[in-house]
């Protein structure tokens, strides 16, 4: 008879347990939740105390069947999902359809039968800790799987009763989320902060002198005197240039110290999805795949299977002191002592980390990256390797730099200009040796160390060998990028470790926003949705009501609050905004905004519309009841994200894959091209050219017809089009008529236009209410044997040729040379 039967999430984690367990213990995966609210009704009763009507999930009875049957002829039930929050109310669930279970007998009372089901968590999967973890089992803790369920409730409430109204006043399908919306918030926020932004002028001035000795360098321009001055224009720069042209130069101070550069914390979650994604450039959903892999274990060869780093969700920078003992030995026998602090470095946890969490580590120190590199796939190499060398250099001495400061007169006639450099030597290396943790955009220390400085003193003379004046322009704040918006939202308290990569995913998965150049750009159906949802819920979807919000669940979590009296303060204030939204959001599908357009074909102004794929422009007399109305439309260029320069840059840089970071190359298949990683076949990652990263824009000799500046060929949903390039001034967009009159209607014209698949064909400007199409180019002329009312350009394999489109007449001749068939 079985000892005991342990259950945990997956299959993997159940098999390395197993090994460490041995005989007389079976241990199952439960494949995740077990249970869960349902999806066809809202199932919380908001008006008894937030009752949750929990569900067996569709597909999940088979295995909870297995369990209930090994679960009858097992002593006692071990509980072993993670050790978090989810965990916890996995452990619970299966604890309530387990239950009944005890050998056939009849139903024990509850504290009872609590006593053959038990609670286990460990923190690494490792011999000592699993074994440790089943000497000291527990009761589930209830505060725990409250916080969860509040969680579950909160988002439940939010998206089953938003969402429905976004579908009645947007389009079906969207989605409003607690969390994500918020996190959308900030992209729109910053996209708009972007857009308002004003550049500045500003001008640096540089110096490069030289001394008695080597090297030559650079000082920069400060102010005149003690006080500082910003030089704002190219006049006050050319006047500050000559007047140091016959100056004398004088070191006026020199002030050397030494500085000290501590080492970063180990991991916490957050902080290795932002490294990876800087470092590797894997997506923080990827990254989070790979360290469940290391966690749950991996196949070390005659070792077995061994989990290589502790759980991977954690905002604690703790360490166990086994683990601290370990890697100060390693430090001292691979580095030496003056490597290694005399007690173990220690940092500051945040006031909501979780106490009984570490930080992310290797189980141990001694199993190096490179040592087992051949049993790991290259992803997994490079993930473990960067937990690896952050965890070692977390425990060594700091960095120290010997850094100078000199500051240095020139001497024009009566002024005296203040001019300064700062240059750094790394004196000892310290952590850095291991590790150097990434940084967003420049870093001041970098540019110090680029500094070599000679000899100085006070009082010396220096020799001026050329003067800079460099014009610039202050830059608006950067695009999030994965690990930037990952930074954000934990600075500002919304969402916790488990949350991150399923809030990046879905904000991307519903088309909220695009990835341009590795950057999140909000589209117009998230610019929509997010100025909706904060106008008609002020509370709910504001960012500090959100974090306070997760400030509570941490609450519920440690006892001091109970979730129905949290949720009952939120639903108070969601129910009031609920109302209000109902009387008062805007339809967005009857928009019809006036603009300053005129209609190409009748001359009437346009208005703006909403359609299933976002906004368009149409001709304001056209009446669906009237079929003698006009039918123009055409695109609105506000689809296209307004780039600068810098973006455009960044976005014709090389792109890597978020899957396994190698580069992403053009392809073209048979629907047109797209993106494929380099490292096929062993990673089949691909990406349409409208999933992220932007096609540059091609600047044409035309000229636009309505304010003289050139046209440009874009690429927007549906492949390329031309329109001007003053957009957003000029919002001109060029149809691309073929000069034929449509053989159908009679009354529109042709226009050559691009599928969805990327394929070219033809149809009439009247549609929708002409629907002629053609796959090949018509030609204004009556077939001379059957008389049908037009011919089409076709490729054929001996050649282009023009032929009759009637499938009974069989004439065809061949394209004259300047004929370019299409299809």
């Known amino acids: 008879m079985s000892k005991g039967l342990v259950i945990v999430e997956s299959p993997a984690k159940a098999k390395t347990i197993q090994k460490y367990l041995g005989k007389g213990f079976t241990v199952e995966a439960s494949l995740g939740h ?12 908001v008006n008894n105390d937030f009752e949750t009507d929990y569900i067996v999930i569709p597909g999940k009875e088979k295995v909870l069947a297995k369990l209930k049957k090994l679960a009858s002829s097992a002593d006692n039930i071990f509980l072993a999902p993670d050790p978090d929050r989810e965990g916890e109310a996995i452990a619970a669930h299966l604890a309530d359809e387990l239950g009944d279970g005890s050998k056939g007998k009849k139903k024990k009372k509850k504290d009872e039968g609590s006593e053959r089901i038990r609670r286990v968590t460990f923190n690494e999967i490792t011999k000592r800790a699993v074994q440790e973890a089943f000497e000291h089992p527990r009761d589930i803790d209830r505060h725990l799987v409250d916080a969860q369920q509040a969680r579950r409730v909160l988002d439940r409430l939010v998206g089953y009763q938003v969402s429905p109204l976004l579908w009645d006043k947007v389009r079906r399908g969207l989605s409003a989320g607690r969390v994500q919306t918020v996190a959308l918030r900030l992209i729109v926020e910053r996209e708009r902060e972007i857009k308002a932004f004003i550049k500045q002028e500003y001008w640096t001035i540089d110096a490069h002198l030289a001394a008695s000795k080597p090297p030559a360098f650079d000082a920069r321009f400060l102010g005149k005197g003690e006080e500082k001055i910003e030089v704002t224009n190219g006049e006050e720069a050319e006047k500050i240039r000559a007047a140091l042209e016959p100056a004398e130069w004088v070191v006026r101070t020199v002030e050397r110290k030494e500085r000290r550069r501590n080492a970063t914390p180990p991991f916490t979650t957050s902080k290795l999805q932002q490294d990876s994604s800087r470092k590797l450039r894997f997506s923080v959903k990827r990254t989070m795949m790979i360290a469940q892999r290391l966690y749950e274990g991996v196949e070390l060869g ?29 430090i001292k026998s691979q580095y030496g002592d003056s490597y290694l602090p005399g007690t173990p470095n220690t940092y500051k946890e945040k006031k909501e980390a979780q106490a009984a969490h570490e930080a992310i580590r290797p189980t141990s120190v001694m199993r190096h990256p490179d040592q087992i590199k051949q049993y790991l796939k290259e992803d ?21 730099f010997d850094q100078t400061t000199v500051d240095i007169d020139a001497k024009s006639g009566a002024d005296t200009f203040w001019f ?70 934990e600075e500002r308290g919304i969402g916790r470790p488990s949350t991150y990569a399923a809030i990046l995913s879905t904000i991307q998965e519903r088309q909220y926003v695009q990835k341009l150049g590795g950057k999140f750009v909000p589209t117009e159906i998230g610019l929509v949705v997010t100025d909706l949802l904060v106008e008609n819920f002020p509370d709910i979807f504001d960012v500090q009501y959100t974090a306070r919000l997760e400030e509570e669940l941490d609450e519920i979590e440690e006892g001091k609050e109970t979730w129905t009296n949290a949720l009952a303060e939120f639903y108070g204030k969601f129910e009031k905004d609920l109302r209000y939204a109902q009387k008062h959001m805007e339809n967005i599908k009857r928009m019809e905004k006036p603009t300053d357009e005129k209609c190409e074909r009748c001359g009437s102004p346009l208005v703006i519309k909403w359609g299933k794929h976002g ?21 609105n260029p506000i689809n296209l994200p307004d780039l600068d320069s810098a973006d455009v840059q960044e976005t014709t840089q090389e792109e890597y894959c978020e899957n396994c970071g190698r580069v992403m190359v053009l392809k073209r298949g048979r629907f047109g091209q797209f993106m494929a990683c380099t490292g096929y076949p062993d ?34 949903r549906y492949g390329e089009f031309t329109s001007c390039s003053g957009y957003p001034e000029c919002k001109y967009v060029k149809q691309n008529f073929i000069g034929v009159k449509c053989p159908l209607c009679k009354d529109g014209e ?74």
């Open 34 to 45: 077990v249970k869960d609210l349902p999806k066809s009704t809202l199932g919380v009763d």
């Open 750 to 823: 042709l226009v050559e236009k691009r599928a969805r698949k990327g394929n070219t064909f033809y149809g009439c400007s009247n549609y929708p209410k002409c629907k002629f199409t053609s796959a090949h180019k018509p030609v204004a002329e009556k077939c001379p044997t059957c008389g049908h009312e037009y011919l089409v350009e076709k490729m054929l394999k001996s050649g282009p040729v023009i032929a009759c489109p009637n499938k009974e007449c069989e004439y065809e001749r061949p394209a004259p040379a300047e004929a370019a068939p299409v299809g």
């Open 302 to 330: 005659e070792e077995g299977l061994v989990g290589l780093i502790t759980y991977m969700r954690t905002d604690s920078t703790r360490v166990s002191n086994d683990a601290l003992a370990e890697v100060r030995e390693y």
């Open 683 to 716: 990673c089949k990652t691909t990406r349409r050219l409208d999933q992220g990263k932007k096609v540059p824009d091609i600047p044409l000799d035309e000229l636009c017809p309505k304010c003289g500046r050139n046209l440009m060929i874009r690429h927007g």
């Open 380 to 400: 997994e190499y490079k993930v473990y390797k960067l937990i690896w060398q952050r965890f070692v250099a977390s425990q060594i001495m700091p960095a120290v």
């Open 420 to 489: 300064r450099v700062t240059g750094s030597v790394l004196k000892f290396d310290g952590f850095l040796k291991v590790y150097e943790e990434s940084k967003e955009g420049k870093d001041e220390e970098e540019e110090e160390l680029k500094h070599k400085l000679p000899p100085l003193e006070p009082g010396q003379k220096l020799t001026l060998k050329g003067l800079k004046p460099e014009q610039h322009f202050t830059e608006p704040p950067p695009r999030y990028n994965e690990a930037s918006l990952v930074k954000e939202l």
């Open 615 to 635: 906004s368009f422009y149409a001709c304001s007399s056209y009446d669906k009841d009237d079929p003698n109305t006009c039918t123009f439309t055409k695109e």
